[in-house]
């Protein structure tokens, strides 16, 4: 049995790309990994290092001019080093030549195989039309949703009635503060006033009972 190697760390595969640039094409990649408040995220060398993002967060290393994860811990990919195996495939293998199931079992589990295949596969095929009808069905609901797209003269038009009824709530707004300005010293001027006859009359009381005393 082949001895299995572990999957190269997050740090190691960055130093490599570093130095390495003629690993992938372009020496181009992006660094994805996860933040925790907005899940996983994608980032570019300068922007991981300015952001001191660590490097238990990347989650894989992804080359951009192809598009494809050149590393990936969740999916045990590294295709830098290229020195790692799959252990699923290997302990599937040596579970297979381990076992040495006798001819009765082997054919009862052929049987058993093939009817389970037959009616998985009936109730995927019914799955699968279920789910085709059920997306036509939203694709054309959507459709039906969407905002048809105007010309250039239309939209013109449209945002010049935006910004006039934009315009003519500026202005009532302004006359309504204005009117309420207004209102607000016509009031002060009536107190005031008021106030100015009051202290008049008295003072004309207080004359009119001098002159009395007299």
Known sequence: MAKVQRLKPAHKIYERLIWDQD??????FVIGYEDRFLGI??????EFESEEIPF???R????VETGQHIWDREKRIDLITRNYANTFTLENDSSSLSKKPSLNSLEH?????SSSYSVNKYSDSNQNSKELSYNNKNSWEQQSRTIPVFSTKS??????RRRKKH????LSEARQRTEEEERIEAEHDQMYED?????EERILRFQQFQIVRI
Request: net charge positive; charged share 40%.
């Open 195 to 199: 106030k100015m006859r009051e202290v």
């Open 56 to 58: 238990h967060r990347i």
């Open 167 to 170: 315009r003519l709530r500026e």
């Open 155 to 160: 939209k013109k038009n449209y945002l010049k």
């Open 109 to 113: 589990s052929n049987i058993h195989s």
């Open 41 to 46: 995220m994608e980032a570019t060398r300068e």
């Open 60 to 63: 894989y290393f992804k080359d």
């Open 23 to 28: 690993c992938i094409s372009g020496a181009n």
